[in-house]
């Protein structure tokens, strides 16, 4: 399978005709749509994030939930981030990725890079059409996706990759659900990471086939509108 890195130029090239849509909080939108604001998920992410998407992507989130098996809850991870944020995480993962292979130059660096933490310029998250996303049940206990939210290549053992081929019944099962429920709502899975979806970002529109992306960066992260 051809995987589409964030490193591909065809993304980078890609332009963005800002649309301003207004950001809505995540909260309250469906049942089966949750967020995950749990103390050890603010400390995978290494900050408070702020759950909340441009308006299209929620409507689209509930389309999502509303396709779900009864028995199944969507829960968000993480969605809107600061821009700021995103290019001190990618400029941490540049540096690891050098020092663990000193024989890469920087544009093949950046490239490995790219492929678990977007580059600043092309990042869905800061412009709140991304979204982290995995099953739980209606209790909230997370389910059984093949490994852990957030875990790289070696972490997971390839398990991260959305069509990793070695998983168990029951973890491709669960991302079958997800897969089909976010597919049917118009979102384009990061294919180097099974719980990463958007929709209006560069990645996006180049898997879509759209003439531009519609979300830029945001530069007030806390702004909603009702």
């Not at 089909?180 to 990463?196: D, R």
Request: one cysteine or more.
């Amino acid at each position: 399978m051809n995987l589409l890195s964030l490193s591909d130029p065809q993304i980078a090239t890609m332009p963005t005709v800002e649309c301003g849509e207004q950001l809505v909080p995540l909260v309250g939108l469906h049942p089966q749509l949750s967020i995950d604001d749990s103390a050890s998920n603010i400390a995978t992410l290494g900050y408070t994030p702020v759950f909340a998407v441009r308006k299209t992507v929620a409507r689209r989130l509930v389309d999502a939930a509303t396709n779900l098996p009864a028995e199944y809850r969507l829960l968000i991870k993480e969605s809107l981030r600061p821009a700021s944020l995103q290019k001190f995480y990618f400029e941490r993962r540049l540096k690891k990725t050098l020092a663990e292979h000193p024989g890469l130059t920087e544009h093949e660096a950046i490239a490995r890079t790219a492929q678990f933490v977007a580059p600043p310029w092309v990042a869905g998250h800061p412009g709140g059409g991304a979204i982290d996303i995995t099953l739980s049940d209606h209790d909230g206990v997370e389910l059984d996706l093949g490994c852990a939210y957030d875990e790289d290549e070696t972490a997971s053992n390839g398990a991260c990759f959305s069509h990793f081929v070695g998983l168990h019944p029951i973890a491709r099962a669960h991302r079958s659900t997800l897969f089909a429920a976010l597919e049917s709502a118009g979102f384009v899975n990061y294919p180097f990471e099974w719980w990463h979806w958007s929709y209006g970002d560069r990645y996006w529109a180049v898997v879509k086939q759209q003439p531009h992306a519609i979300y830029g960066p945001v530069e007030d992260v806390n702004i909603f509108t009702a």
